[in-house]
């Protein structure tokens, strides 16, 4: 099964992107777009950085009524991208329209996957606000489930919680996991964070690494690291 380290783009532009991609050279990482990115700068710049040679991770995190996802969908699969995203919540019924939408006349598509629910929503907001009573550990396997159940190829989550979700819903349904800092690294906001390499070892498919490899001194010798560890187990 393909592993690969997806380099987080969370630049605020295009400018700002295209002299960070031109410091790899022929090296072409599988990077993400986010919404910052995208709102800013729309559709040309999927295009402009897909014209380079990379993959892209689109990461708009769609939800909204089935037939309004498909037809976006079919957008998006337009331009070419190579993974893209919705909200679990949505329900089984939008998940299985974003899959039609995605799917090209000759039967490609882009991996889709889920996000199940934010790292951002604890207990307290999930019970008091969303009125889900239910434990969060416990929602994040449902709203998995049904996203394999509908087909789709796997989910966002924690390192941490990649075995569960491949016991629950089988080894080749995708974890992409971000919150993987270096040894001794900085944290900044993320709370629960791995190495690449423990990553590895907890059966992420894909790590999605922003800050560590973008805020380094050298980034290009910070993705070469991440790749050593995540891709070979090397312990550097
Ligand atoms: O800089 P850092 O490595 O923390 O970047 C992680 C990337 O993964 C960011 O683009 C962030 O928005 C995204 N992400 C995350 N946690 C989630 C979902 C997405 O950090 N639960």
């Known amino acids: ?5 997806i380099v987080a783009l969370d630049f605020a532009s295009g400018a700002q ?7 790899f050279g022929k090296e072409k990482p599988f990077v993400k777009i986010g919404m910052e990115l995208f709102y800013a700068e729309g559709p040309s710049v999927v ?9 892209i991770f689109l990461d708009l995190k769609l939800h909204d009524i089935p037939n309004t996802v498909k037809k976006s969908m079919r957008v998006l699969s337009s331009l070419d991208v190579d993974m893209c995203n919705l909200h679990a919540a949505g329900t089984r019924a939008m998940m299985t329209a974003a899959l039609e939408g995605l799917t090209r006349e000759d039967g490609s598509r882009p991996l889709l996957i889920a996000v199940t629910q934010l790292t951002s929503t604890d207990q307290t907001a999930l019970t008091r606000e969303i009125l889900i009573e239910r434990p969060v550990d416990e929602v994040v396997m449902s709203y998995a489930k049904n996203a394999a159940d509908a087909g789709l190829d796997g989910v966002v989550c924690s390192p941490l919680e990649a075995g569960k979700v491949h016991e629950k819903c089988g080894d080749r349904f995708l974890t992409v996991t971000p919150g993987v800092r270096f040894a001794g690294g900085e944290v ?11 990553a590895r070892e ?3 498919d894909y790590i999605v690494v922003g800050r560590p490899i973008t805020a380094a001194e ?14 070979l187990g090397y312990d550097d």
Request: net charge positive; glycine share 6%.
């Open 202 to 204: 907890l059966g992420s």
């Open 47 to 55: 295009k402009e950085i897909k014209a380079r040679g990379h993959k």
């Open 218 to 231: 050298d980034p290009v010798k910070a993705y070469e690291r991440c790749c050593r560890q995540f891709l």
């Open 1 to 5: 099964m393909a592993k690969d380290v």
């Open 17 to 23: 992107v295209f002299e960070f991609l031109d410091l």
């Open 188 to 198: 900044g906001d993320q709370k629960r964070v791995t190495t690449p390499l423990k």
